[in-house]
Nanobody, 127 residues
Framework: QVQVVESGGGLVQAGGSLRLSCVAS????????MGWFRQAPGKEREFVAA????????YYTDSVKGRFTISSDNGKNTVYLQMNSLKPEDTAIYYC????????????????????WGQGTQVTVSS
């Protein structure tokens, strides 16, 4: 069993930055694809960013390319989402997920490849 816990959310003004952290415990962290998803009020959950288990492959949704960066520290079993130039439309609950399917590329954007999910952390961007 893998436990996934997010942190780092908060309230920030438009144009500001936040860094989300996600700690995955219970299994070998480096053998999991790690992804970030978000759900805004009244909307379905959507993919944001992911990195493959090898760390060599990252994938982003178009709306965050150039602003968000996913990275990981295997020694700390932690994946990060650095969010810069935040916009009000980035406001959402952000979820971290871990998957053992070991996929790459656009497959990383599919919720079905992730086995374990965190409870989410709220990000609010004010205009």
């Amino acid at each position: 069993q893998v436990q996934v816990v997010e942190s780092g959310g908060g309230l920030v003004q438009a144009g500001g930055s936040l860094r989300l952290s996600c700690v995955a415990s219970g299994r070998t962290f480096s053998r999991y694809d790690m992804g970030w998803f978000r759900q805004a009020p009244g909307k379905e959950r959507e993919f944001v960013a992911a990195r493959s288990w090898s760390g060599h492959n990252t994938y982003y949704t178009d709306s965050v390319k150039g602003r968000f960066t996913i990275s990981s520290d295997n020694g700390k079993n932690t994946v990060y989402l650095q969010m810069n130039s935040l916009k009000p439309e980035d406001t959402a609950i952000y979820y971290c997920a871990a998957g053992s399917a070991l996929v790459s590329g656009s497959m990383l954007a599919h919720e079905g490849v992730y086995d374990y999910w965190g409870q989410g952390t709220q990000v609010t961007v004010s205009s």
